[in-house]
């Protein structure tokens, strides 16, 4: 067989290892990656050294006169010069040429194959060949034989310095993407989750540009073929709610949405492993096995056994594995037009209501504001929740200014006739710290009453504040538990509270005002409440 060469990426020299089988890239991560270890369950165990999560501070789109018009540039996407993505490209080059092997990964990112997109990673480490090898889409033998030229080609030099004399290189850490180039460089970092947002990011380009939504969420189907999509931000149950046994998984984390329908961009699974419960998450628990990688965990020198509640590595412990690990994963991953669409937070000033409908133009607002709450911190007497806006619930990883993918969610809701639930896994009966948290069982049934088209037909009444159309009845939920006013002890306190969301919702709002249409604004809050405050019948329009 003719040896495979990157000498068209400038790379000569190393012996160059491409697509090679996990049980090969077990054997060189034990012989040549210290603390690399086998679990006790079969997964290859990984530390990725001083950085054991995203940096995206370092993180620069190259500006050119071809793409600049189309990127939202700010915090999210800050920019960097052809000539600086040059020199880092060359650091990044020098140093795997001078490596005695490489491995090559070639797959695909996107389900649908008329989306699809041929991605080659070029790395030093074989804990990161077997990661992208999990999480992009595996070619068969003929795929693979025909693959061609990649569309993007990531150099992960993670274990080089970037140069900070380099102009916009502020630190050791730098993560460039040229999209004209077709080119994603790291360097200063061997965090493997870099190459899987790098893909993501590159997506969220790509796709907008042929019309198709990439989106930040998870999906499943049902048994009659109806689709669910789950956007969230980490912590509102994601992961959790989507894992249904009765649906099949088409796919935890990116998709696009097409004119004919859903699809999986990725190959795999990337999930957080840190308090990992086998009863309570068990097809997770079981997918740690042969071919999984482990990253950043904690095990027992004697046999392996991993500590999954030990945080002295990190909090984000996590596993690489591929889809068809999952028992009801869909093979392959796509499906047709969703049904629903349901926007999970977490709120933790106990304001939003359990489960409500959203009109085109709130799924909208909503979408681009991307909420959710946490505990402001962990010192002794700190109970306030703390706010958390990421637009489109994945602001780190958008390239567009979010009313384009809003824009994008709001023609296929219209077109289509998509129902959209917000649905709130927080707290009830007050905020964090006087309330409590929203019960799972009721979740569940919330989403399961929104799957059988049940919630379609309750009564309904509309929440002064947010504009919602809130259920006021659905099987397996006490009523009182609906309505958010109802569940707290102090009406005016409630009242305070729900004004002062709502004003945090505006503040965060200005960033988007300008690019947002009258629809959509006027689809905020309300900083002075309908009426007298109160919850109102809904009328039919």
């Given at each position: ?11 000569t ?11 090969r ?168 989750g ?16 042929k019309?198709?939504?990439s ?65 309570a ?39 690489s ?85 809003a ?22 009966g ?19 009453a ?61 960033n ?30």
């Amino acid at each position: 067989m003719e040896q495979f060469t990157l000498s068209g990426h400038g790379i000569t020299g190393p012996e160059v290892l491409r697509n090679p089988p996990p049980a090969r890239l077990y054997a060189l991560a034990l012989a040549h990656e210290p603390g690399t270890a086998i679990s006790s369950t079969g997964a290859l165990m990984a530390y990725s050294g001083s950085k054991t999560g995203r940096s995206p501070r370092d993180k620069r789109l190259v500006r050119t006169p071809r793409s600049e018009g189309d990127i939202w540039w700010g915090p999210v996407n800050k920019d960097l010069s052809p000539a600086s993505f040059a020199a880092v490209r060359s650091l990044a080059v020098k140093h795997l040429a001078s490596q005695p092997r490489l491995f090559v990964i070639d797959g695909f990112a996107g389900w649908d194959p008329r989306h699809q997109v041929r991605i080659r990673v070029i790395c030093e480490r074989a804990y990161h060949a077997l990661f992208m090898h999990n999480m992009l889409i595996r070619p068969s033998s003929e795929q693979l034989q025909e693959f061609g030229e990649p569309d993007y080609v990531i150099y992960n030099a993670g274990r080089a310095s970037a140069d900070t004399d380099i102009d916009g290189i502020e630190s050791a850490t730098s993560v460039s993407l040229s999209l004209d180039n077709g080119e994603f460089v790291i360097l200063g970092t061997e965090y493997a989750g870099e190459m899987k947002k790098g893909v993501f990011t590159i997506m969220n380009y790509l796709m907008p540009r042929k019309g198709v939504l990439s989106m930040h969420c998870s999906a499943n189907e049902g048994p009659d073929g109806d689709v669910s999509i789950f956007f969230g931000l980490s912590g509102t149950g994601k992961t959790t709610l989507s894992a249904d046994p009765r649906r099949a998984l088409i796919g935890d984390d990116e998709h696009g949405w097409s004119d004919d329908g859903v699809f999986n961009i990725e190959g795999g699974c990337y999930a957080k492993v840190i308090d990992l419960d086998a009863a309570a998450e068990p097809d997770i628990y079981r997918a740690i096995r042969f071919g999984a990688v482990l990253e950043n965990v904690v095990h027992d020198p004697a046999d392996h056994a991993v500590d999954y509640s030990d945080r002295s590595i990190t909090e984000n412990t996590r596993c690489s594995y591929p889809v068809e690990f999952i028992p009801n994963a869909k093979l392959p991953c796509t499906g047709d037009t969703p049904k629903q669409v349901i926007f999970l937070t977490c709120d933790a000033f106990s304001v939003l209501p359990p489960v409500s409908r959203l009109t085109p133009a709130q799924a909208m607002y909503h979408f681009m504001s991307g909420y959710t709450a946490k505990v402001a911190g962990t010192e002794m007497g700190v109970t306030e929740p703390e706010a958390t806006f990421s637009s489109c619930f994945g602001a780190p990883f958008l390239v567009w200014h979010p009313a384009r993918y809003a824009e994008l969610l709001a023609e296929r809701i219209r077109r289509d006739g998509v129902s959209v639930w917000m649905v709130n896994t927080g707290w009830t009966g007050g905020p964090y710290g006087v309330g409590r948290r929203m019960s799972i069982a009721h979740t569940r049934a919330i989403i399961d009453a929104i799957h059988d088209g049940s919630l379609e037909q309750a009564p309904t009444k509309t929440d002064p504040v947010f504009g919602f159309t809130v259920p006021t009845r659905c099987p397996g939920v006490p009523d009182e538990v609906l309505i958010p006013a109802n569940t707290w002890d102090d009406e005016e306190a409630y009242r305070e509270t729900a004004a002062r969301l709502a004003a945090l919702f505006h503040e965060n709002f200005r960033n988007f005002e300008d690019q947002a249409s009258d629809e959509i604004r006027a689809a905020a809050p309300r900083l002075e409440p309908a009426t007298d405050g109160e919850y109102r019948s809904a009328t039919t329009t």
